[in-house]
């Protein structure tokens, strides 16, 4: 449960990020706007993207914390599951079957190969020093 809690948090914190660039990049103040729905808007943009970032973070630490339950050992295949699940749930909010298999595949591969790097990046570090 620790897991899935840090990786929400940081989920969180990547999604506001995202959310604040999001928010400078598309916003387009009008002379003699309101300051109030700007912000409001901003605010709203932020709160979106973190939510979101947070809950898909959740679903794919849960996803690979299951697996190695369930498989009793800690590989990259975990990493694939989680991100395949968390990168499914993600297409398919988009209403797409197709976006649910391409999210899955997308992320679970990406998921893994990042295990893999890290994996080896640790090795390599470990044996140099």
């Known amino acids: 449960m620790d897991q899935v809690m840090d990786a ?9 990020t ?8 598309e916003a387009q103040p009008v002379m003699g706007e309101r300051t109030g729905a700007l912000v409001f808007s901003t605010t709203r943009t932020i709160a979106t993207h973190a939510g979101r970032f947070g809950l898909f973070a959740a679903i794919f630490a849960a996803s690979k914390a299951t ?25 398919a909010y988009a209403g797409k079957v197709g976006m649910g298999v391409g999210g899955c ?18 090795q390599a570090h470990a044996t140099s020093h």
């Open 18 to 25: 995202w959310g604040a660039i999001v928010s400078a990049w």
């Open 8 to 16: 929400a948090g940081k989920g969180v914190a990547a999604g506001a």
């Open 67 to 91: 697996s190695e339950g369930v498989r009793g050992t800690e590989d990259p295949m975990n990493s694939f599951v989680g991100g395949c699940v968390a990168g499914g749930i993600a297409g």
């Open 105 to 122: 595949l997308v992320a679970g591969t990406a998921a893994a190969l990042f295990s893999i790097a890290s994996k080896q990046s640790a």
